[in-house]
């Protein structure tokens, strides 16, 4: 099994950023990537972004150029760094891990991420 605690939620104004952290432990040795996704009230939960452990990166249309994701192999730990961001960003934010860059086996807790208008 694989353990991920999500950090680094919290509210902040349109326009404004915010970094999430991710921290994996157990058997880190069974993921090849680590990713974001997100779910905002009523709506189901959409992928942001992914990293694998070899460099290759995926993002949704709807943050490229805004959100980065990176990895640190060494730490077990996925960030996410969400720049201008826009209420429409207003979701909780899951980390996942998985054995590719599309399908994901693990899942966190979530951190809420709430910009203001």
């Known amino acids: 099994q694989v353990q991920l605690v999500e950090s680094g939620g919290g509210l902040v104004q349109t326009g404004g950023s915010l970094r999430l952290s991710c921290a994996a432990s157990g058997r880190t040795y069974s993921y090849y990537a680590m990713g974001w996704f997100r779910q905002a009230p009523g709506k189901e939960r959409e992928f942001v972004a992914a990293n694998s452990r070899s460099g290759a990166q995926n993002y949704a249309v709807s943050v490229e150029g805004r959100f980065t994701i990176s990895i640190d192999n060494a730490k077990n730990t996925v960030y996410l760094q969400m720049n201008s961001l826009k209420p429409e960003d207003t979701a909780v934010y899951y980390c996942?891990?998985?054995?590719?860059?599309?399908?994901?086996?693990?899942w966190g807790q979530g951190t809420q991420v709430t910009v203001s208008s």
């Open positions: 996942a891990a998985g054995p590719t860059l599309i399908q994901f086996a693990y």
